[in-house]
């Protein structure tokens, strides 16, 4: 049902109108996901593509919040025929316009597969000047997020250094290959205490899901570790406003420029991945 709704999705969209629609996701909570999708949406912004980020963490949404932006308007207004999509988009930084999902709003949470495709037939039909739109999925892997995913254009997995995060980023990877082999895939660093780290992890990282998965998954960028980033996540202003000439900000420069393939980034290969086979606990041949 999963694969055949996202599907019908693709379809629709490829035979409509030529626009992006990039899922951000995670194996685990915590990696910097949704900060580096509302970052990643400013700086495109800036290198002049339209962006409406849809915060779909359903019922559990937060990217308002990061935005420095209160509203009471979200997508159950939609749902109950309250509210258009053009009356509940949002504008935020730099003319991004945003679609919050709701925090504890059980309308979002209970969403039926049905309702949830119907849901993201609208979005991607908006009548809206939009080249780019950012879907902020929520962490790990159940039914709702896995639609989201696979009705995208393409998935930015997210992961850090910490174990955890490597093994939980790997079977997201899994789950979605087991449900669509060729939905393209990128994978993000973040949060590496150097580039040594972060060229480590991504690069292992790719090793691993190509020789096990049999998966080709685009090294799109790292993300070095910015003590910054916590305080600006508290004063609810991202990063690429309050700082825009951080190294943070510049490394996420980078990953847009290489994702709308303005500018592509050499990235180091030749990382032995061994600690990743042990890791995710499966044997190299």
Do not use: W
Request: contains cysteine.
């Amino acid at each position: 049902m999963i694969i055949d709704q996202a599907q019908n999705l693709r379809d629709l969209m490829g035979r409509t109108r030529n626009i992006r629609v990039i899922s951000i996701a995670s194996g685990k909570g915590g990696v910097g996901k949704s900060s580096l999708a509302v970052n990643l949406a400013i700086t495109m912004s800036r290198l002049g593509v339209r962006v409406l980020i849809l915060d779909a963490d359903f019922g559990l949404a937060n990217v308002d919040v990061m935005l420095g932006i209160t509203t009471r308007l979200d997508l159950s207004y939609f749902l109950k025929g309250e509210k258009t999509l053009h009356e509940i988009i949002q504008l935020g930084h730099e003319g991004v316009r945003f679609i919050s999902g709701g925090s504890g709003v059980g309308d979002l949470i209970n969403m039926d597969e049905y309702q949830l495709s119907e849901l993201l037939a609208k979005i991607v039909h908006i009548d809206a000047p939009i080249d780019v739109i950012i879907m902020d999925a929520g962490a790990g892997v159940n039914n709702t997020i896995m639609q989201v995913l696979l009705a995208s254009s393409e998935t930015i997995v997210v992961t850090t250094a910490e174990p955890t995060s490597v093994l939980d980023a790997y079977a997201l990877v899994k789950t979605i290959v087991k449900h669509n082999a060729t939905h393209p895939l990128h994978v993000v660093a973040n949060k590496c205490e150097n580039m040594r780290e972060a060229q480590s992890v991504q690069t292992g990282f790719v090793d691993v899901c190509g020789r096990h998965l049999g998966k080709n998954i685009n090294p799109l960028g790292l993300i070095s570790y910015n003590h910054h980033i916590t305080a600006t996540i508290k004063r609810q202003i991202p990063i690429t406003v309050s700082d825009p000439q951080s190294v943070t900000s510049r490394e996420v420069d980078t990953i847009a420029r290489a994702i709308l393939d303005i500018e592509t980034p050499s990235v180091s290969t030749g990382i032995l991945s061994k600690v990743f086979s042990r890791m995710l606990g499966v044997a190299r041949t």
